[in-house]
């Protein structure tokens, strides 16, 4: 079983190994590895911010840090993205972390209608995952894919 919560400031290490992993930067639409002294403050200010909005999605029993889900929130839509721990992937939990942190931030959001998703044309694990929770491919760039998921 797969639950959410809201980041916090001791999330900072974690979320910041995890975004330097090689395939998480490859799949990243930044890839440039980010350096500690400039996560630190993004990642301080990011906890404050009205429009962005980051989810942990832990196990249970034991509690294991799964993967991050970010919100980015403009008006009634938000664009979602998520980062699997390493150690995680392959596991078949990117579905059931989607389902749960668009639960709760539908929740906590209740004036966003709609979620988008873009997802690098070679990232077919994201590409299935965000599928099989319902978003819908709207359309495709050079090497973007474009998804939509009504909350509404």
Request: include cysteine; hydrophobic fraction near 40%; proline fraction near 4%.
């Amino acid at each position: 079983m797969i639950k959410t919560r809201k980041a916090k400031s001791s999330d900072s290490k974690i979320i910041y190994d995890w975004r330097n992993d090689e395939l998480a930067r490859e799949m990243s639409h930044t890839t440039n590895f980010v350096e500690w002294k400039e996560h630190i403050p993004w990642f301080a200010s990011s906890l404050e911010k009205q429009n962005m909005f980051l989810l942990l999605c832990e196990t249970e029993n034991p509690v294991v840090k799964v993967a991050v889900v970010r919100f980015d929130i403009e008006s009634t839509r938000a664009l979602v993205s998520i980062n699997l721990s390493p150690k995680m992937r392959g596991k078949g939990l990117s579905k059931p972390c989607l389902r749960a942190a668009i639960h709760h931030f539908s929740t906590e959001y209740p004036e966003v209608v709609a979620l988008d998703a873009e997802i690098k044309l070679e990232n077919s694990a994201s590409q299935r995952a965000f599928e099989s929770v319902g978003f819908l491919r709207v359309q495709d760039n050079t090497d973007i894919l474009h998804y939509e998921y009504p909350l509404r």
